[in-house]
């Protein structure tokens, strides 16, 4: 984060509006291979890591610069996605970016891993190049492009879920360099005991939503799981449920089922199967069911 012309600051702000716009274009593409490319453009990972090593060094200077390079990075990311989500407001949501609205701790774990890995390309020479991939293993313009998508939708949940999966990997690459700068003796003699303190405050509260994030899904996998092939009784018609999708949607459950029926289901019998449902899920859950009559 070294001092440069305002030449070079403008490169590097027209690289990360390319890079996001890019991303969101293939968010919406739902193609992996374009989101890929956004990856490799975005000049976020090189600032992530050398805010480490000032934090290691105890160089608050640096620290500045950095991270102020990276809230201007954060700000183009969210501002083009949301311009471009404007242009296309009918545009539907797609899995590459629902696989951005979920971030739990294994999340976490693979930002502490590519944090160690930042650090240890970062600091030798010969294998530098490598960092790319580890922007690549991270994504980090991805979920920001996501975040911004929920911006130009007006949707705040939406953009809750994908900036926590950004800060995620944020703090959770800084922390793991800074250690790992550490480990490798880059530090002086007087640590900047502060800044970790800060950082590990804000991976503490990052963690909370996050476990509870995975508690979600594990409750979705195993109750998917469970559900599969079930068979009710409902007014002497078998009622068998094919497939189970469990969902979040505005702070409710939401579980959509596909059934498989021999004989047509009136209002009463739906009533009915909705009853014995809410026997299984005393709580509040709202039921999404798609019938398939079969011969």
Not at 59 to 75: P, S, W
Not at 101 to 130: C, T
Request: proline share 4%; charged share 20%.
């Amino acid at each position: 984060c070294s001092s440069r012309g305002l030449g070079d600051v403008y490169k590097r702000q027209m690289l990360m509006v390319l890079s996001t716009m890019l991303a969101t274009t293939g968010l919406y593409l739902n193609s992996s291979s374009v989101i890929i490319g956004a990856m490799l453009l975005a000049p976020l990972m090189a600032p992530i890591v050398s805010s480490a090593m000032a934090l290691t060094r105890g160089d608050v200077r640096v620290f500045k610069k950095c991270t102020l390079k990276i809230v201007i990075g954060m700000a183009i990311a969210l501002l083009a996605s949301a311009f471009i989500t404007l242009l296309f407001p009918d545009k539907p949501i797609t899995g590459e970016m629902q696989a951005r609205l979920n971030p739990s701790l294994l999340d976490l774990a693979v930002a502490i891993v590519s944090g160690i890995a930042g650090a240890y390309s970062k600091s030798f020479r010969e294998i530098i190049q490598s960092l790319a991939g580890v922007a690549i293993a991270v994504a980090l313009v991805p979920p920001l492009a996501v975040a911004g998508t929920g911006i130009g939708r007006g949707d705040f949940q939406f953009f809750f879920q994908a900036f926590l999966l950004f800060s995620t990997n944020l703090v959770g690459i800084t922390i793991a360099a800074a250690l790992t700068f550490r480990v490798l003796g880059y530090s002086p003699a007087i640590y900047g005991k502060r800044g970790f303190v800060v950082m590990f405050l804000l991976l503490a509260l990052i963690a909370v939503p996050l476990y509870t994030s995975y508690e979600r899904m594990v409750e979705k996998r195993i109750l998917e799981k469970r559900w599969k092939k079930e068979r009710f009784l409902v007014n002497g018609k078998y009622v068998i449920v094919d497939n189970a999708d469990l969902r979040w949607q505005g702070g409710k459950k939401v579980l959509i089922m596909e059934v498989i029926l021999r004989d047509l289901m009136t209002r009463e019998d739906m009533k009915a199967f909705k009853k014995k449902l809410h026997i299984y899920f005393p709580g509040k859950m709202v039921f999404r069911i798609k019938t398939v009559y079969i011969p």
